[in-house]
C-alpha cells in the first residue's frame, strides 16, 4: 500500500477563486502519480459574486471537464464536481443552478450568513475587516449567536441537500485566533457541532480534513479541529482529505501531515473515488 495520498476531490480553477487552469492541476497529479483528482470550483449564485462561478460559463465547465475524462482515461480519473454554498434565502436557486444532477459529486459548504445593512449577503470567508462589519452589523458582537446561526445553517444544509461531502465543518471559527468571537471550548459550541456530526452520520455523508488553513497560515488551522476528528472517528463517520488548492503547487499540500493528524485521531481510513464510486482505502 501506497504511503501518500493520491487523490484530490476539493480545487478551485480561473473560474472561481482558484489561480490555476484545469491543465496545470492534472499536470500536477500526473506527476505525482495521482490516481484520481476531481473539480470543484465555486457553484454559482443567483447575487453577485466575486469568487462563484459566472452561471454563465457552467456548461462549458462540465464539458471541458468531460473532454478531460476522455483524453486522460487511460492515465488519470477525473472528476466533475462544484462546491455548493448554502444560504437559506436563496437554496433552493443556489441548486438549481448548480444543477448537481449533471455531476459526479459536489462538496457542501456554509459561507454566508445574512445580510450586511446595504442588503448584500454577508460571507464569512471573507477578510478580517468584513467579517468584523457582519459580526458587529448582524448578530451584535454575540458570538454564541453567531456560531449557533452558522451550525444552523449546516444543520439546514444537511437536512435539505444531503451532500455527499460536507465541507470545511468548523469554518466559523476561521479569526478566532485573532481574537475570541467565541469561546469553541464552552459546552454550548460543542453541542452544537456534535448535532452536526449526528446529523452527518444519520445520513452517511462524509466530511472532508481540509487542510487549506494548515498549509496557508501559520496557526495550522485544521478544518475541522482535531476534538471533532476524533469525535468523527468514534461515530465512525467517514472522511475524505483535501487541500483545498487554488494553485497547482498546492494540490496535495498537507497530505503528509494529513495522515499522521488522522492517524492520531484513531481513522483507520480515508475515502477515495474509483470507477465514480466511493471506496474505501486504509490508513497504515
Excluded at 444560504?87 to 448537481?100: L, N, R, T
Excluded at 452558522?150 to 441537500?161: C, D, K, P, R
Aim: net charge negative; charged share 25%; with cysteine.
Amino acid at each position: 500500500m501506497t504511503a501518500k495520498l493520491l487523490f484530490n476531490y476539493h480545487s478551485h480553477t480561473q473560474l472561481s477563486d482558484g489561480k490555476a487552469v484545469f491543465s496545470d492541476y492534472i499536470e500536477e497529479a500526473l506527476s505525482q502519480g495521482f490516481n484520481s483528482i476531481g473539480f470543484s470550483d465555486h457553484a454559482p449564485v443567483p447575487f453577485p459574486s466575486s469568487w462563484n462561478m459566472n452561471h454563465d460559463n457552467l456548461a462549458a465547465y462540465l464539458q471541458h471537464i468531460n473532454d478531460l475524462k476522455i483524453a486522460y482515461s487511460d492515465r488519470l480519473q477525473i472528476y466533475a464536481g462544484l462546491e455548493v454554498d448554502y444560504f437559506q434565502p436563496y437554496h433552493d436557486q443556489i441548486y438549481a443552478m448548480a444543477g448537481v444532477d449533471k455531476l459526479d459529486y459536489y462538496i457542501g459548504s456554509v459561507h454566508y450568513l445574512d445580510f450586511l445593512h446595504e442588503g448584500q449577503p454577508w460571507c464569512i470567508d471573507t477578510s478580517r475587516d468584513e467579517f468584523e462589519t457582519g459580526f458587529n452589523q448582524i448578530f451584535h458582537g454575540d458570538g454564541r449567536l453567531l456560531y449557533r446561526r452558522y451550525y444552523e445553517a449546516v444543520l439546514q444544509m444537511i437536512e435539505t441537500w444531503k451532500p455527499p461531502v460536507i465541507g470545511h465543518l468548523d469554518k466559523i471559527k476561521m479569526y478566532n485566533h485573532i481574537r475570541p468571537f467565541f469561546d469553541d471550548h464552552e459546552p454550548a459550541y460543542r453541542d452544537a457541532v456534535m448535532q452536526v456530526l449526528e446529523l452527518i452520520k444519520q445520513y452517511d455523508l462524509f466530511i472532508e480534513l481540509n487542510m487549506r488553513g494548515f498549509y496557508k497560515h501559520p496557526e495550522r488551522f485544521l478544518y475541522p479541529g482535531k476534538w471533532i476528528l476524533r469525535e468523527a472517528s468514534r461515530m465512525g463517520i467517514r472522511l475524505i482529505v483535501s487541500s483545498d488548492c487554488h494553485r497547482r503547487e498546492e494540490l496535495s499540500a498537507g497530505f503528509s501531515e494529513a495522515l499522521q493528524i488522522l492517524k492520531e485521531a484513531n481513522f483507520r481510513s480515508v475515502w477515495f473515488l474509483n470507477n465514480k464510486q466511493w471506496h474505501e482505502w486504509p490508513l497504515e
